[in-house]
């Protein structure tokens, strides 16, 4: 078939056309063959099944989104019940800072209407060059801030604010709701480790997918993994991995303790991570695993040399927490 009859081909597909009528237009061409075109045309997402329409405010207000989630599913009626999920949802985001601050916003420009944002810091003038605040927002609770950002973008938006440090009791003293569909940590002190192992263990516990929000690794930027509980690898798997692989390359190196030691940061760094996250972020939510970027991996970016490097970092059957404590799921 030359190219332009291929064209001609593809437009008779416009969402309106039957198959049964597209083989009547193409009587040279046998139907068997046709509908195993338009299958393999399908599976691989250059066609969608057109089996309910779009509602004019979908359109309206989530046509590129909508594009976007039609590369993830093969019914338009997946693509209605994505949105739908979406706008559904309740998404915890711990730390609202260089990357929880822009994760924040991006979800809601996605159509997430419900969120619980912790953070018991108020925006400092050191914040303004990498997180999403400006100079007339110094002074102000950073949770207060961002709900009404929040709400300039989706004014119905519903959000609860928890200004209490993430500590090993900050779940339970804070009654934390064990029907969030997500938590994205992006808390750092007293270090991402810390935060990681406790928002980790809960979420464990009540089968919650959560994401490692990402940030800093020396001058890196670090792309935080994606867990969804004993299907991905865990937070344990992680921290067992890299323990091992530190273990090798920091062999003989002695740690040089500085004081109020603090890394490099630039925005564009934080919004990498942050744009990563929240795809993610977004396909878990719609239940699109499958095409996840960041399990069973550690990605870090250099800036540099504008490369990603990721290491393989598979589930681990003696694993502890994700091996051994299934009976913990819901």
Not at 71 to 78: E, K, L, M, N, Y
Not at 107 to 118: D, S, T
Not at 135 to 141: K, M, V
Request: aromatic letters at 10%.
């Amino acid at each position: 078939m030359k190219p332009d009859g291929v064209i001609d081909f593809l437009r008779n597909f416009n969402g309106k056309n039957s198959l049964d009528y597209i083989c009547q237009l193409l009587p040279k061409t046998p139907p068997d063959q046709i509908e195993k075109i338009a299958l393999f045309l399908r599976d691989n997402f250059v066609l969608i099944e057109h089996d309910l329409d779009y509602t004019t405010e979908y359109i309206s207000y989530y046509y590129r989104l909508l594009n976007l989630l039609e590369d993830f599913f093969h019914r338009t009626s997946d693509v209605i019940g994505a949105l739908e999920k979406i706008s559904k949802s309740q998404v915890a985001i711990i730390g609202l800072g260089a990357v929880g601050s822009h994760i924040s916003l991006y979800l809601a420009r996605a159509g997430v209407k419900k969120f619980i944002l912790v953070d018991p810091d108020k925006v400092d003038v050191s914040n303004i060059h990498r997180q999403a605040y400006s100079e007339s927002n110094i002074g102000e609770l950073k949770t207060t801030c961002l709900e009404r950002k929040i709400k300039e973008i989706s004014p119905h938006a519903i959000i609860k604010k928890i200004e209490y440090p993430l500590n090993k009791d900050f779940f339970l003293s804070q009654e934390f709701p064990t029907d969030v569909d997500l938590i994205i940590n992006c808390a750092d002190e007293p270090s991402v480790d810390y935060t990681s192992s406790i928002v980790s263990e809960y979420a464990m516990s009540h089968t919650i997918p959560h994401i490692v929000g990402g940030g800093y690794n020396l001058h890196l930027t670090l792309i935080g993994q994606t867990i969804i509980p004993y299907e991905t690898a865990c937070y344990k798997c992680f921290d067992s991995k890299l323990t091992e692989i530190n273990a090798i390359e920091f062999l003989g190196i002695r740690r040089l303790d500085r004081e109020n030691r603090k890394l490099g940061s630039f925005s564009p760094l934080s919004g990498i991570a942050a744009s990563l996250a929240s795809l993610d972020a977004i396909k878990v939510i719609v239940g699109a695993n499958n095409f996840l970027l960041q399990t069973n991996k550690r990605i870090e970016f250099n800036s540099k040399t504008k490369t990603f490097n990721a290491i393989d970092v598979p589930r681990n059957p003696a694993c502890p927490w994700c091996a051994t404590n299934r009976h913990l799921k819901k």
